[in-house]
């Protein structure tokens, strides 16, 4: 799962197996995928990186 190497907690990817059977994802990676893209989409056209890290805490990502 996920050629860069990332590695995920069991229980989260059971989790995730269960949404993605759920929603009708083919695969918890393709589930997965659609999730960062989402994710990732949201912080798309920040200007700065402080505009970044003010989305990101607005997310709750970070503190």
């Keep these: 799962m996920f050629g860069?190497?990332?590695?995920l907690d069991k229980?989260?990817?059971a989790r995730a197996k269960?949404?993605?059977?759920l929603a009708g994802y083919a695969s918890v990676d393709e589930f997965i995928t659609h999730i960062l893209e989402k994710e990732l989409?949201?912080?798309d056209g920040s200007d700065s990186e402080e505009d970044i890290r003010k989305k990101l805490k607005g997310l709750g990502y970070i503190s």
């Design 11 to 13: 229980a989260l990817v």
């Design 18 to 21: 269960r949404y993605a059977d």
């Design 4 to 7: 860069s190497g990332i590695k």
């Design 41 to 43: 989409a949201k912080l």
